[in-house]
């Protein structure tokens, strides 16, 4: 089975890179060390610091598998705004929505999408509805609210 490569920024191959070397140096070996101080308390089965620093453990070499997996297909990719004046990967787009209500998103690739912090990724609902479009355009996209209409104010 081929796996699907994994798009990313030079920025978020290095967060990737940098995540993966502190869970590597420093978390491994904090977490060893508290299986160790667990061990010299004694009995084992009855020893909950034990069981949290190996559940704990667990959870840390998961997450190095996965970032050392999408390492391995990470394709790097050129987050420049399109100088055409439509949405493309890095563009910093302005929505209205119907309320009047206006919105600024940052088009990212996948890995690197936090909407919280107005960073969408090219693949989701709005995100998709958005590319290849210009300041003027409504768009609609299926959010699971329902349909929503956005007008684009502003590509920069």
Do not use: C, W
């Not at 667990?38 to 996965?66: C, F, H, P, R, W």
């Not at 705004?81 to 600024?104: A, L, M, N, Q």
């Not at 690197?112 to 300041?135: F, R, T, Y």
């Amino acid at each position: 089975m081929e796996e699907k490569p994994v798009l990313l920024t030079e920025q978020g191959l290095k967060k990737i890179e940098e995540r993966l070397e502190y869970l590597k140096k420093v978390k491994r070996q904090e977490i060893a060390e508290r299986i160790r101080q667990a061990k010299a308390l004694g009995d084992l089965s009855e020893n909950s610091e034990y069981q949290q620093a190996k559940e704990e453990q667990g959870i840390v070499e998961g997450e190095i598998m996965t970032l050392e997996a999408t390492l391995r297909r990470a394709q790097i990719i050129q987050a420049r705004p399109r100088s055409d004046g439509y949405v493309g990967i890095g563009s910093k787009v302005t929505v209205r929505y119907e309320d009047g209500f206006e919105e600024e998103y940052v088009i990212v690739v996948p890995a690197e999408a936090d909407p919280s912090s107005g960073k969408v990724s090219l693949e989701s609902p709005l995100g998709s509805a958005l590319m290849d479009h210009k300041a003027g355009d409504i768009v609609t996209y299926q959010a699971p609210s329902g349909l929503i209409r956005v007008e684009i104010v502003e590509v920069a």
